[in-house]
């Protein structure tokens, strides 16, 4: 099964997939945390990608379509993946599509996830995550045991700089010009399906792990 997690910045698709991934043994597959670990390895897409990062803007399509394809075509993916923070522009979308129909493989399941932007700023701006192991925490939502520490592996959490409310404000504007016209290609193509994320991380989960389930 390969599937979609689409919404804003903070609608907690990273939370879901790591929830979900195991579920149904999927491989999660990040385009924000792929990025990030290029830029912390210094490589040349990350060199290309951390202007439009710090800014709250999105990073060309051609490199974005590259980058995840590449991951995508590993063994490890054959089984079955969920997508989180890809596709966001309808020319990836389209560029997806195309290159899973060549390998033989598409899209089955694209899981909206509906929630408001007073909410999505909410948990942007109290999110810390673990550099170490990729943990999510929100300072009110899901705090750590130990403020400022990994539960799992006692690593110092960070917070991202693009969670400053002023970047948010621009990744607000971007996901509405530019990610949200999914809903509409991804409805056309018989495969989008809504869930109400405004709820607890339990019962988003619930909802979604539902939605898998039937489709
Ligand atoms: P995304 O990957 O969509 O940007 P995250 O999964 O990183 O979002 O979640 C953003 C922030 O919101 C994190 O601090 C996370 O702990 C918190 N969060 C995620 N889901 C929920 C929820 N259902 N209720 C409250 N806070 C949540
Ligand atoms: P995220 O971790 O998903 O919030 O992404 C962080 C930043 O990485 C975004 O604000 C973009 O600058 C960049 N990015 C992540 N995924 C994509 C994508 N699919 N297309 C373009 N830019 C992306």
Sequence with gaps: MNVVLLGPPGAGK???AARIAGTFDLLHLSSGD???AERKARTELGRKAQDYMDRGVLVPDDLILAMMMDH???P???AGFLLDGFPRTLAQAEGLDQRLAARGARIEIVVNMVVDDAEVTRRLTGR???PTDGRIYHEMFSPPRKAG???DCGSALTRRKDDEPEVVGQRLKTYHAETKPLVAYYTSRGVLQS?????SVEEVTASIERVCRRS
């Design 14 to 16: 990273g939370t879901q």
């Design 34 to 36: 792929i990025l990030r």
């Design 72 to 74: 995508i075509a590993r």
């Design 76 to 78: 490890e993916a054959a």
């Design 128 to 130: 810390w995550s673990c």
């Design 149 to 151: 520490v990994c539960d």
């Design 195 to 199: 869930v109400d994320a405004g709820g």
